[in-house]
């Protein structure tokens, strides 16, 4: 199995959508971290594990241009498939993250 | 006759010496540091003033300086949140005299009550160089002492020259971002004052940080018209009684309903001849149905306003406010509010308490 800490391996305090928008964006997390591990996980056909503990929040943005983002490139059902979310510190982060990987587009919402 | 000098020199020395540790003297000498300090600060302020105003001399600035002020008492009830419009009446009354090139006195010596959404609005605007317009402006805490230890602890005086030297309150967090950006550091910290402040423990408060990263990011991409020049964005968070953590983010860019992108011509038509007024718009601003103006991305996009709406209804939430343009919404209940006054700006206010 590949795993994924965003606390650990990316930052305990998300920011927003873009880079321009500022530090630890969901864009950095999704070309430096989810896409590449991902993909790790798709060629070895493991699971991945992404852990949401640890995190000051999830902010909606930085869901929708990872995990959103992710379900548009590789499809929804393919993402649901592969990934495993750990969230015992609030099982909300998991459900949005959820949400957001089988609704990434905003007028499906 | 040489030795006679030494001895008188020797007394002098001693004297001094004497006179050096004394109480009074260490007083003397340290206001003369504060003065020295302070006449630094107020220099640079002139500087400041001076870049601002480049296009005239600094003897226009001079002049300026030494025009008489303008009183201008501030509503008794001196808060944005609760007194909106009277307010805004006040902030339009200050920005007329300071187009007219008055220096104005900003006397809020007898109000009643005075919150901190109103304090962090009024070193904003007074920071705004559009807003004061090269005009000085004086002014001096409220008598009540109650009031004037808010106003006092803000950290309203790290932004103005002053010639009191006031410490800011334990908790009090106020801060304008220059950089225009997005800042999870400082939605951590003000979030750490709140979870201590209200709960007194670490707790999982999602919302709360979330709410602050959605606000951070809806200044950054929609309040400015001109995106070469995103408008900066303040944050005030102020530790009340009963474990109240009161939160004021806001940006003076201009406005939710005037960035707002209208889909089809016909309802442009109709804003336009004002047959829509913008508290119409007020139920599709809530569910994200507003276009966004950035173009990037806008299929996925339009997910914080909803958002912040959402997490409103939570209990946590004592209070929640969004004042933008001439509408006033109690997030909490959807209640949208016409107000008679327009603010140029979006203006984001929430309170947190700990439910038993």
Redesign the interface.
Do not use: F, Q
């Given at each position: 199995m590949v795993k994924i800490s965003i606390a650990r391996d990316f930052s305990k305090n998300p920011g927003a959508r873009h880079n321009e928008d500022g530090n630890h964006s969901g864009e950095a997390f999704f070309n430096n971290i989810l896409l590449p591990k991902f993909e790790e996980a798709e060629k070895s056909d493991v699971k991945l594990e992404v852990d949401l503990n640890g995190l000051y929040g999830f902010p909606s943005s930085f869901v929708s241009e990872s995990f959103g983002k992710l379900s548009i490139l590789k499809g929804a059902d393919q993402v649901n498939a592969r990934i495993v979310f750990v969230s015992d510190e609030n099982p909300i982060r998991a459900e949005k993250a959820k949400a957001e990987i089988k609704n990434p587009r905003k007028d499906e919402q | 006759m040489r030795r006679k000098t030494n001895k008188l020199l020797g007394k002098i020395r001693t004297a001094y010496q004497y006179k050096r540790r004394s109480k009074k003297w260490r007083r003397r000498k340290g206001h003369r540091a504060a003065e020295r300090a302070a006449k630094s600060l107020y220099d640079r302020h002139l500087r400041e003033q001076e870049a601002l105003n480049q296009q005239i001399s600094w003897s226009q600035v001079r002049d300026q300086r030494n025009k008489i002020p303008k009183d201008l008492a501030a509503p008794q009830v001196f808060s944005f949140v609760h007194n909106t419009d009277e307010v805004l009446e006040y902030w339009e009354q200050v920005g007329r005299l300071f187009e007219q090139k008055e220096n104005v006195f900003l006397n809020i010596d007898n109000v009643t009550q005075l919150t901190s959404d109103a304090v962090a609005l009024m070193i904003a605007n007074l920071k705004n160089p559009e807003f004061s317009n090269g005009c000085f402006f004086v002014g001096r805490a409220p008598r009540d002492r109650a009031l004037a230890k808010v106003f006092t602890q803000s950290g309203f005086y790290k932004y103005v020259w002053s010639r009191g030297q006031f410490s800011v309150g334990q908790g009090n967090i106020l801060h304008r971002e220059t950089n225009h950006?997005?800042?999870?550091?400082i939605?951590?910290s003000t979030?750490q004052v709140g979870e201590k402040h209200t709960f007194g423990e670490a707790l999982?408060f999602?919302?709360?940080?979330?709410i602050m990263?959605?606000c951070?990011?809806n200044t950054?991409?929609h309040a400015s018209l001109n995106t070469k020049d995103p408008c900066r964005w303040w944050i005030y968070t102020y530790p009340a009684e009963n474990n109240v953590t009161c939160y004021s983010f806001f940006d003076l860019g201009v406005g939710i309903f005037q960035s707002m992108r209208t889909k089809d011509f016909f309802t442009k038509f109709l804003r336009t001849v004002k047959y829509y007024r913008n508290i119409d718009f007020v139920p599709d601003l809530l569910a994200?149905r507003i276009q966004s103006r950035i173009d990037?991305?806008n299929?996925?996009?339009?997910?914080?306003i909803p958002?912040i709406v959402k997490h409103s209804k939570n209990d946590l939430f004592r209070a929640f406010y969004l004042i933008t343009n001439d509408v006033k919404i109690n997030l909490k209940t959807g209640e949208p509010e016409q107000l008679k006054h327009n603010f140029r700006g979006t203006f984001f206010y929430w309170e947190i308490e700990a439910r038993v």
């Open positions: - | 950006k997005v800042v999870p550091e939605a951590v979030y999982h999602d919302e709360l940080y979330e990263i959605e951070m990011s950054h991409n994200g990037k991305d299929e996925i996009r339009g997910k914080g958002e």
